[in-house]
């Protein structure tokens, strides 16, 4: 099976490795790959000259399946340039607000995602709430969440952990998640939190990753930490919340994309008001308690290898179905 995989821009440090995870464990299961890195999403002359590179690799790759691995322009791009059946992933700001954006790209990157919707043979929506504002296509649409690397994000002794990153055994440590939009993901509600946090249990080593972090250290981080702490206003299904859960990372979250269902096995773990003082309480009483959670039992089912074979599905379905219509029409 020969897979195009388009994504917007190029894979760097943690922007889109989720991506990369995906398609090397799809290869892993027996996937033909060949990827297209959409070089502008705004710009009408490159995207002119990108269509022209793009028509190459079809003729050249002669894929049988082209993934979107996003919406917007990328899903847009791709029902315009190709016959070959499309698969589109959406993941998040694709279809919800994107707060990062002006009002009118946002509206527009939204729209375009509805209408790529129209030309998909099959969508995968990585939550339940996001297949929810599809406007149409929830038929040939499956919530399928972006696997977690198991053998990256596991637990390890949390003593080591923290001697290796010069962390005292002693201290209160609560982990964020800022990426390259602190804005989007609310550090400003984050901040206050701990605050209302400290006030209740003592001083507390607030640290922010800014997405320059490699996975390796991120997860020796989370084996370390004491919470994670989730407040993003609009998610799809975050990857550093199902990372945490890998790591037996407990997590105090706002109720955001599909968080309430990932942390509904999970203990301890608390999902509550987005506002400072419930997530300050919550906070506190998790780090008062100082217990690891149960997650890494209740996230094998959601490993990039299991993930792989449930797209596999996807595509196979989307592809018995091109061959039935194949037969209709002689």
């Known amino acids: 099976m020969r897979v195009l995989f388009v994504y917007p821009g190029p894979i760097v440090s943690s922007r889109l490795l989720f991506v990369r995870k995906q398609i090397d464990s799809l290869v892993a299961a027996g996937v033909s790959s060949q990827e297209f890195s959409l070089q502008s999403r705004t710009s009408l002359v490159i995207l002119a000259s990108e269509w022209v590179r793009f028509q ?68 995968i929506c990585v939550s339940e709430d996001l297949r929810e504002r599809l406007w149409w296509r929830k038929d040939v649409s499956t919530v399928i969440p972006s696997g977690v690397d198991t053998d990256i994000f596991r637990p390890k002794p949390r003593l080591l952990a923290r001697q290796s990153l010069g962390w005292r055994a002693d201290e209160k440590v609560v982990l964020f998640n800022a990426g390259n939009n602190p804005k989007a993901k609310r550090l400003d509600l984050a901040e206050s939190a701990i605050r209302v946090a400290e006030a209740r249990c003592g001083q507390i080593r607030f640290a922010v990753l800014d997405g320059s972090v490699p996975p390796e250290r991120v997860s020796t981080m989370m084996s370390a930490a004491d919470c994670l702490l989730f407040t993003s206003d609009w998610e799809g299904s975050p990857n550093i919340v199902k990372e945490a859960i890998a790591c037996n990372l407990p997590v105090v979250s706002v109720d955001a994309g599909d968080i309430r269902e990932r942390l509904m096995k999970i203990s301890p773990s608390r999902v509550v008001d987005r506002r400072p003082d419930a997530l300050g309480r919550a906070l506190s009483e998790i780090l008062e308690r100082g217990a690891r959670s149960n997650g890494e039992q209740e996230i094998r089912h959601l490993s990039c290898a299991n993930v792989a074979e449930r797209i596999l599905r996807v595509y196979r379905q989307a592809l018995s179905e091109r061959v039935s219509q194949a037969e209709r029409r002689t």
């Open 56 to 123: 190459r690799e079809i003729r050249s790759f002669r894929p049988d399946i082209v993934h979107a691995q996003y919406g917007t322009a990328t899903s847009a791009f791709c029902a315009l340039s190709s016959s070959a059946p499309i698969i589109v992933t959406f993941r998040g700001s694709d279809l919800n607000p994107a707060p990062s954006a002006s009002f009118m790209r946002s509206i527009l990157g939204r729209m375009l995602s509805q209408l790529s919707a129209l030309r998909a043979r099959r969508i």
